[in-house]
């Protein structure tokens, strides 16, 4: 089946560095989004791609859409404790200007940042 | 708060033993999503509805599993006979899909522990 390649799969960063993270498939996704998730939460979304070689930003985040639509990264400059969590990606398929249901995440970045 | 929101947040249960879950999405939203996370995973896919139609299945999804949308509203999770290896956090997510946007936000979950 398809299967997201997420890494790496944990960072351990100081304070104020930046952070880079991507995400790989061996299939074609139409849709990347990017979760973060906390203990005992579900995933938060952080910012969606539609578009190959799509660079899209939010806040100190910024996300690419690969241009073989079969990858992804996400870059977050200068962290701050609060960052530290669960980065999924994940993807979505679609066809005829529709985008199927479901969601194939990744296996998940766990990011600690030292103060 | 308008965001996705599901009951119980916990529940510990015997084998054997039938349990429900309960998920209300954004209230304009069409689609509704169930996943199952187990430690260290992301999440995987269950099954989806578009408004009460049920369009896809996971083979994850055995015959304990059922699930409805009755009025296009809120949805039920229900796992018969409940096993050990059930034993998971249960996401459910919302979204209003128009082509192909469909970001999917996702609720707090349920964590389900079998004894």
């Known amino acids: 089946g398809q299967q997201l390649n997420q890494s790496p799969q944990s960072m351990f960063i100081q304070e104020g560095e930046d952070v880079s993270m991507n995400c790989t498939s061996s299939s074609i996704f139409n849709t990347w989004l990017w979760y973060k998730q906390d203990p005992g939460e579900g995933p938060v979304l952080l910012i969606a791609?539609?578009?190959?070689?799509e660079l899209t930003s939010n806040g100190r985040l910024t996300a690419q859409f690969g241009i073989t639509r079969k990858d992804s990264f996400l870059n977050i400059s200068a962290s701050i404790p609060s960052d530290v969590g669960i980065y999924f990606c994940?993807?979505?398929?679609?066809?005829?200007?529709?985008?199927?249901?479901?969601?194939?995440f990744g296996q998940g970045t766990i990011l600690t940042v030292h103060p | 708060d308008t965001g996705v929101s599901q009951n119980p947040r916990h529940k510990i249960t015997k084998r054997g033993q039938n349990v429900t879950f309960r998920c209300d999405p954004i209230?304009?939203?069409?689609?509704l999503y169930w996943y199952r996370q187990t430690l260290g995973q992301g999440p995987e896919f269950l099954t989806y509805f578009q408004n009460e139609a049920q369009l896809e299945k996971s083979r994850l999804l055995s015959d304990r599993f059922s699930a409805e949308r009755p009025k296009g509203s809120f949805s039920t999770l229900e796992i018969q006979r409940t096993e050990q290896g059930d034993s998971a956090m249960y996401l459910c997510?919302?979204?209003?899909?128009?082509?192909?946007?469909?970001?999917?936000?996702f609720g707090p979950g349920t964590r389900l522990t079998v004894l």
């Open positions: 997510a919302s979204s209003l899909q128009r082509g192909f946007y469909n970001e999917q936000f």
């Open positions: 791609l539609y578009k190959a070689g």
């Open positions: 994940a993807g979505q398929m679609g066809a005829g200007g529709t985008s199927y249901g479901k969601l194939t």
């Open positions: 209230s304009e939203h069409n689609r």
